[in-house]
C-alpha cells in the first residue's frame, strides 16, 4: 500500500514544483527578452489580444498590421512570411490566458513554461498508451530528450500551437481507452485549432468507435465542434469566410512542405508524377490499415493512429515540422515494443536511438541550414523523421497490435537473453 504525503510533505513538493517553474520561466523571459521571435505565437497573441481588449477581428487588416510591426518593424514585404492569424476562431480559447499579458516578452516566456510542461506530459502520455514502463534511468532520458530534441525544441521556441494539439490528440486516446468518449469527443473537436494535424485522425477514431457502437464519441465531437463554430460566429458572423481566405493565401508565401512539393523540386523532370505516386501509396496503405482495425482492441487503435498520425506528413497535406511533436507517441510505442520484446538488448536500442534523434537531427539541421534574410531549414528536415518513424512502425507492428504477452512468454524471452 502506497504512503500518502502529509499535509506538510504535499506542501513541500507543491513549493518546489513552483519554485521550479518560476525558475524555468525566469530563464525563458531572459531568452525572450534577448531573442526577438516566437512568431507562431506571435501572430496568435496579437490576433487574440486584439479581439480580447477591442474586439478586433484576428483576421482583419489591424491585426495583420500589427504583426508585422512586432516582427519586422514594418510591413511585410512580398515573399515576405505575412504571419497571418490562420488558426480557427475557437484557438483563442487556448491563446487567451497569454493574450491578456500585456508585455510579448513575458507572454511568450509564460507560453513557453506551459508547452515545455505540454512535452512532459505528453510523454508521460505517450508512456500510459504503450504501457511502458522504462527504469529511472531510461526515464529521465526520455524526458530530457523530449525537451532538448529538434522536433520538440523547435515548437517551443517559435511557440507553435502543435504541442498543444499534439496534447490533446494524446489526452482523446487515454480518454477512448478509458471509456471516457463524451470527454474524448470535446478533446479531438478541441484539437482541430490545428486541422492539417487531425483531418485524417478524426475519420479513423469515428470509424473505430462506430464499428463498437461507442456513439457518444460521435455525437460529443460533432455537438463540440458544431458549439465552437456556432459560438465564436456570435462575435464574427463571418469568421469561416475569413479564416478560408487566410488559409487559402498560405502556401503563396511559405517555402514548400509537403514531400510532393519537396520531391518536385529536388527532381524537376519526374518529381510530381514521384510525388503523385507516394500519396497514392500512402492513402492505401492507410485504408488498409483502417480497415483492418475496425472492431479490433485499442492496442491496435493505437498503433493504426501511430500511422495515421505519420502519413498525414507524407501525403501531401501542407504541414510544418512543429507539427511532428504529435508523432512522439509513435517514437514511444516503437520504443514500447523494442523493449518489450528485447528486453536489455531493446533498452540499448532505445538509447542509442534517442541518442542518434537527439544529436543527430541537429547536426543534420546546423549542416543543412540555409542563411539569408532568415535561417531556413532544409527540405531535408520534413523527411527524415516521418520515414524512419513509417518503417519503425512496421517493423513493429506484429507485436504492436498483439495483446500484451503472458508472463511465460517473457520468462522464456529472459531465459534466452541471459
Same mark, same amino acid.
Given at each position: 500500500m502506497k504512503k500518502r504525503l502529509s499535509a506538510p510533505e504535499l506542501a513541500g513538493v507543491v513549493a518546489i514544483i513552483l519554485l521550479l517553474l518560476s525558475v524555468v520561466t525566469y530563464?525563458?523571459?531572459? *531568452?525572450?527578452?534577448?531573442? +526577438?521571435?516566437? $512568431?507562431?505565437? !506571435?501572430?496568435?497573441? @496579437?490576433?487574440?489580444?486584439?479581439? =480580447? &481588449?477591442?474586439?478586433?477581428?484576428?483576421?482583419?487588416?489591424?491585426?495583420?498590421?500589427?504583426?508585422?510591426?512586432?516582427?519586422?518593424?514594418?510591413?511585410?514585404?512580398?515573399?515576405?512570411?505575412?504571419?497571418?492569424?490562420?488558426?480557427?476562431?475557437?484557438?483563442?480559447?487556448?491563446?487567451?490566458?497569454?493574450?491578456?499579458i500585456a508585455e510579448y516578452s513575458l507572454a511568450r516566456a509564460i507560453w513557453m513554461t506551459a508547452l515545455e510542461i505540454a512535452l512532459i506530459v505528453i510523454a508521460f502520455t505517450g508512456?500510459?498508451?504503450?504501457?511502458?514502463?522504462?527504469?529511472?534511468?531510461?526515464?529521465?532520458?526520455?524526458?530530457?530528450?523530449?525537451?532538448?530534441? *529538434?522536433?520538440?525544441?523547435? +515548437?517551443?521556441? $517559435?511557440?507553435? !500551437?502543435?504541442?498543444? @494539439?499534439?496534447?490533446?490528440?494524446? =489526452? &482523446?486516446?487515454?480518454?477512448?481507452?478509458?471509456?471516457?468518449?463524451?470527454?474524448?469527443?470535446?478533446?479531438?473537436?478541441?484539437?482541430?485549432?490545428?486541422?492539417?494535424?487531425?483531418?485524417?485522425?478524426?475519420?479513423?477514431?469515428?470509424?473505430?468507435?462506430?464499428?463498437?457502437?461507442?456513439?457518444?464519441?460521435?455525437?460529443?465531437?460533432?455537438?463540440?465542434?458544431?458549439?465552437?463554430?456556432?459560438?465564436?460566429?456570435?462575435?464574427?458572423?463571418?469568421?469561416?469566410?475569413?479564416?478560408?481566405?487566410?488559409?487559402?493565401?498560405?502556401?503563396?508565401?511559405?517555402?514548400?512542405?509537403?514531400?510532393?512539393?519537396?520531391?518536385?523540386?529536388?527532381?524537376?523532370?519526374?518529381?510530381?508524377?514521384?510525388?503523385?505516386?507516394?500519396?497514392?501509396?500512402?492513402?492505401?496503405?492507410?485504408?488498409?490499415?483502417?480497415?483492418?482495425?475496425?472492431?479490433?482492441?485499442?492496442?491496435?487503435?493505437?498503433?493504426?493512429?501511430?500511422?495515421?498520425?505519420?502519413?498525414?506528413?507524407?501525403?501531401?497535406?501542407?504541414?510544418?515540422?512543429?507539427?511532428?511533436?504529435?508523432?512522439?507517441?509513435?517514437?514511444?510505442?516503437?520504443?514500447?515494443?523494442?523493449?518489450?520484446?528485447?528486453?536489455?538488448?531493446?533498452?540499448?536500442?532505445?538509447?542509442?536511438?534517442?541518442?542518434?534523434?537527439?544529436?543527430?537531427?541537429?547536426?543534420?539541421?546546423?549542416r543543412t541550414l540555409q542563411v539569408g534574410d532568415q535561417p531556413i531549414q532544409h527540405p531535408i528536415m520534413f523527411i527524415i523523421y516521418p520515414v524512419f518513424l513509417l518503417l519503425s512502425?512496421?517493423?513493429?507492428?506484429?507485436?504492436?497490435?498483439?495483446?500484451?504477452?503472458?508472463?511465460?512468454?517473457?520468462?522464456?524471452?529472459?531465459?534466452?537473453?541471459?
Open positions: 530563464a525563458n523571459y531572459r *531568452y525572450t527578452s534577448q531573442n +526577438p521571435g516566437g $512568431n507562431d505565437f !506571435l501572430s496568435r497573441w @496579437v490576433g487574440t489580444r486584439l479581439f =480580447l &481588449t477591442r474586439g478586433s477581428s484576428p483576421y482583419g487588416e489591424q491585426a495583420t498590421r500589427q504583426i508585422h510591426e512586432l516582427a519586422y518593424g514594418r510591413e511585410a514585404q512580398p515573399g515576405e512570411d505575412q504571419m497571418l492569424f490562420a488558426y480557427p476562431f475557437y484557438s483563442v480559447v487556448i491563446v487567451a490566458p497569454f493574450a491578456l508512456l500510459s498508451l504503450s504501457r511502458w514502463k522504462p527504469s529511472i534511468w531510461l526515464l529521465s532520458f526520455l524526458l530530457i530528450f523530449s525537451l532538448l530534441w *529538434y522536433y520538440g525544441l523547435r +515548437p517551443v521556441i $517559435n511557440g507553435n !500551437l502543435a504541442i498543444v @494539439v499534439a496534447l490533446l490528440i494524446g =489526452l &482523446t486516446l487515454l480518454a477512448i481507452n478509458a471509456e471516457l468518449d463524451a470527454l474524448a469527443g470535446f478533446l479531438i473537436a478541441l484539437a482541430s485549432i490545428k486541422p492539417q494535424m487531425v483531418v485524417l485522425l478524426i475519420p479513423l477514431l469515428c470509424v473505430w468507435t462506430i464499428s463498437h457502437r461507442r456513439w457518444s464519441f460521435i455525437g460529443s465531437f460533432l455537438g463540440s465542434l458544431a458549439l465552437l463554430i456556432a459560438g465564436f460566429s456570435l462575435f464574427i458572423p463571418d469568421w469561416l469566410v475569413q479564416n478560408l481566405r487566410q488559409v487559402l493565401s498560405y502556401p503563396t508565401y511559405t517555402l514548400p512542405s509537403t514531400t510532393q512539393a519537396i520531391i518536385a523540386n529536388w527532381l524537376p523532370g519526374v518529381g510530381r508524377q514521384v510525388g503523385w505516386g507516394i500519396t497514392i501509396l500512402m492513402m492505401i496503405l492507410l485504408l488498409v490499415e483502417w480497415r483492418a482495425v475496425i472492431g479490433k482492441e485499442f492496442r491496435w487503435l493505437l498503433w493504426t493512429t501511430c500511422l495515421t498520425l505519420v502519413i498525414t506528413n507524407l501525403i501531401g497535406i501542407q504541414t510544418a515540422t512543429e507539427n511532428y511533436v504529435a508523432m512522439f507517441m509513435a517514437l514511444v510505442l516503437v520504443f514500447a515494443v523494442w523493449e518489450e520484446r528485447w528486453w536489455r538488448y531493446g533498452r540499448w536500442l532505445v538509447l542509442v536511438t534517442m541518442l542518434f534523434l537527439l544529436f543527430g537531427v541537429w547536426s543534420l539541421f546546423v512502425l512496421y517493423w513493429v507492428r506484429w507485436w504492436a497490435i498483439r495483446p500484451p504477452r503472458l508472463f511465460v512468454e517473457q520468462f522464456f524471452d529472459v531465459r534466452g537473453a541471459t
